[in-house]
Structures are given as C-alpha cells and as structure tokens.
C-alpha cells in the first residue's frame, strides 16, 4: 500500500501545481503549454480531476479502506500511465510535459507492478 499512497500523493502534489498553474495564467505554463485557450483550460480540469479522485483514493486509504484506495489506484494509474506514454508520442521526446509525464509513469508503473 505504501506505493499506492505514494502515488495518489505525487497525483495530488502534482496536478495542484500545475491546475493552480494553468488557471492563474501563470508565465511558466504559458511558454510549456501555450497561450491561455479552452484546450489549456480543459487540461486543467482533467488534471485536476486526477487530483480530486487520488485525494479521495488516498483518504480512503487513510480510513483503512484498502480495497477502494486499491480500486482507484488500478482504474485511475492504467488511465494516466496511457495517456502519459502518449505525450511522448505526440510531443518532442525531451519537452519538460513528456519528461515529467515519463517519470510519472514509471512511479505508477511500479505501483501497479508492485501491488499486483
């Protein structure tokens, strides 16, 4: 479990950051993801719907409900570990989104490989 809550936590350390990033219109965000614009911001609801749902997985897991937290874990990590796999695909290889999201996917990778 300890790689389970690993994981929800960097999901929500991480998509605050860069949803918080996004709606403020910050300078950084705009010269990675691009000038403010409705794709831009729906990113933002997504990551920050990752992040609402790896909260609740990581205080159900808190709460000792180990089986949801599980649940959660393996329907929202397969999900992100797809999608994140294909930013490399549709991006530059060493752009700083494909990079982060690679390492994301290792970690979620690992979590899965390792709760199985």
């Known amino acids: 479990m300890f790689l389970i809550g690993l994981s929800f936590i960097a999901n ?6 860069v949803s918080l990033g996004i709606w403020r219109n910050h ?8 000038p403010d614009a409705p794709a831009r911001r ?5 990551y920050t719907t990752i ?3 790896s909260l609740y997985g990581f205080i159900q897991m808190c709460l000792g409900n180990t089986e949801t937290a599980r649940t ?6 397969p999900l992100q570990i797809i999608y994140k796999l294909m930013t490399a695909r549709a991006l530059w290889i060493m752009h700083p989104v494909v990079l982060a999201n690679l390492g994301v996917a290792a970690l ?9």
């Open 51 to 53: 992040g609402l749902i």
């Open 42 to 46: 729906i990113l933002a609801c997504i």
């Open 27 to 34: 300078p950084g965000m705009t010269e990675i993801y691009g």
């Open 72 to 77: 959660i874990g393996f329907t929202l990590f």
């Open 108 to 116: 979620l990778a690992l979590t899965l490989l390792g709760a199985v």
């Open 12 to 17: 929500i350390v991480i998509t605050a950051a």
